[in-house]
């Protein structure tokens, strides 16, 4: 296994402006945003930066809030590549789409790359952004969510992009449970990207707790792996664990396909050049 940052850097619509005292400043599409960092232990390089701000989340950085913005924002957008990202303020501080994702988005992109019509598993594919990249860049894409709201936010993406005609089925059902039935069909897929929270709940109220539940899901994310397969991307958020622990999960489960594991922190680049860890992940590659 390999140790490595994958670093997001600023692009078109989105920009991390700066950070520190357990803050971060950043440009979404015409909208400046203060979220909640813990991670940002330093001191903001440019404070006075912080007064262009159009709004700032008062509450934790948990998923599910609680908290609220200090102004109201409308609804904004941030373009990415060939998709147009809708950003949404609500409960919590996420505003619709993890901007740090975009190294994994672009080698996924990357690695199917003269694969027609490859088949993509996009598992807690939220609102969709690596669905479009990936269905927009030819893949048959199976995007899967627990939560209506996600599923529905996701189609107003697609909408959004101009990419009505781009392959996706957007299923709104608890992840586990559809991949085990994707065992039982013998079914396989040329990539598959998974990014579980650490906890959750399925459509009908099933329990995801990361800890317990992700060794069988990745069990059964082998399973599904085709022999010519691509990659296996996991993020992993906001846990008590390493990198090297989410690392060797993925090692033991791919074992039998042979090829690499990378597993590493994804990290925001600065203006300054700074690092803002984000996540950590593991990549499976043949
Ligand atoms: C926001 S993304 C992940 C982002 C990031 N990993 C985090 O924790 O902040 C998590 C997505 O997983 C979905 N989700 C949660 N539990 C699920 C389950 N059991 N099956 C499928 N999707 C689930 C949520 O609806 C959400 O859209």
């Known amino acids: 296994m390999t140790l490595s940052v994958l670093i997001a850097d600023p692009w078109d619509g989105y920009a991390l402006l700066d950070s520190g005292g357990g803050r971060k400043l950043e ?5 400046r945003l203060v979220r909640p960092e813990p991670q940002a232990m330093w001191h903001p390089s440019e404070p006075d930066l912080w007064d262009t701000a159009d709004t700032r989340f ?16 409308g609804d904004f957008t941030v373009p990415i590549g060939p998709a147009r ?3 949404r303020l609500g409960s919590n501080h996420h505003p619709g789409l993890f901007p740090e994702q975009r190294p994994h988005w672009d080698n996924a992109v990357a690695a199917l790359r003269g694969y027609e019509g490859a088949e993509v598993l996009n598992l807690f594919g939220y609102t969709g952004a690596a669905s479009l990249l990936l269905a927009a860049a030819g893949a048959k894409v199976t995007h899967i969510d627990a939560s209506k709201k996600a599923i529905a936010w996701a189609r107003e993406n697609q909408e959004a992009s101009g990419l009505q005609d781009a392959q996706v089925r957007w299923i709104c059902e608890d992840a586990s449970k559809f991949v085990a039935r994707e065992v039982r069909r013998g079914r396989h897929y040329q990539g598959i990207l998974l990014d579980p929270p650490k906890f959750g709940r399925g459509p009908k109220n099933e329990v995801w707790n990361l800890f317990d539940d992700l060794p069988p899901l990745m ?16 993020t992993a958020y906001a846990i008590r664990a390493s990198a090297l622990a989410v690392g060797r999960l993925m090692e033991e489960v791919m074992a039998p396909h042979g090829g690499s594991v990378e597993a590493g922190e ?6 300054t050049g ?4 984000t996540s950590m992940f593991a990549v499976w590659r043949p």
Do not use: H, K, N
């Open 27 to 31: 440009q979404y599409g015409d909208v």
């Open 266 to 271: 994804l990290a925001l680049r600065e203006r």
């Open 274 to 277: 700074r690092l803002l860890p």
């Open 85 to 87: 990202m809708i950003c």
């Open 219 to 234: 069990a059964d994310v082998s399973a599904i792996t085709a022999p010519d397969a691509r990659f296996v991307i996991l």
């Open 58 to 73: 008062e509450g934790t950085d948990e998923d599910d809030g609680p908290g609220r913005w200090s102004d109201p924002v």
